[in-house]
């Protein structure tokens, strides 16, 4: 039997899930017996694979370049999963929204600054209006709140989705699991 392939992503977000994803320690060690990891921050992969079978999405959507890769992630990957409450709803990036991305971008590179006060146009990404969770954008299939995500939730969702069983995400959050 030939291994899944997963694939993790980051968005707008702080990387706290995909912390936690590794806080699996050990059992990392069991899911690479039965998964390829094919694109992930964690890898020196710089392109997103034509044919993903599970993609975990960390973060918000909140520049062009975001939506842009949460669209090409869904349209070549059969089970995405948004992970953690910034993916799910937008959370800590979505905060930024009653005050507007020119006034963030303003505050940021303008006001806070001694030398060479300038927006930057080519490192930083055109901001959207508002920052919004992915399944506003494309299909998610399933959702792994949290903030972030146990280890033990990771582990829980991710073996049920390698081997097709049931998922009751709710059991896996309800006691911290």
Same mark, same amino acid.
């Given at each position: 039997m030939s291994k899944l392939k997963l694939a993790t992503a980051w968005l707008d977000g702080c990387s706290g899930c995909h912390m936690s994803f590794l806080d699996m320690d050990e059992?990392?060690?069991? &899911?690479?017996? &039965?998964?390829d990891l094919v694109y992930s921050p964690i890898v020196d992969v710089k392109q997103?694979?034509?044919e993903v079978d599970i993609a975990l999405v960390e973060g918000a959507v909140s520049s062009v370049d975001d939506e842009?890769?949460?669209?090409?992630?869904r349209a070549h990957t059969r089970t995405l999963v948004a992970m953690g409450d910034c993916a799910v709803t937008g959370n800590v990036p979505s905060m930024r929204n009653p005050i507007g991305p020119q006034a963030i971008l303003e505050r940021a590179y303008l006001?806070?600054?001694?030398?060479?006060?300038?927006?930057?146009?080519?490192?930083? #990404?055109?901001?959207?209006?508002?920052?919004r969770p992915?399944?506003?954008?494309?299909?998610?299939?399933?959702? &792994?709140?949290?903030? #972030?995500?146990?280890?033990?939730?990771f582990?829980?969702?991710?073996?049920?989705?390698?081997?097709g069983a049931p998922l009751d995400i709710s059991a896996l959050t309800r006691f911290g699991a």
């Open positions: 059992r990392l060690l069991e &899911l690479a017996e &039965l998964v997103y694979p034509d842009k890769k949460i669209r090409k992630i006001e806070n600054v001694t030398a060479q006060a300038q927006i930057p146009c080519m490192i930083v #990404p055109k901001l959207l209006p508002i920052v992915i399944h506003e954008f494309v299909k998610v299939d399933v959702f &792994l709140p949290g903030c #972030p995500p146990s280890a033990d939730t582990h829980a969702a991710l073996t049920a989705l390698i081997q």
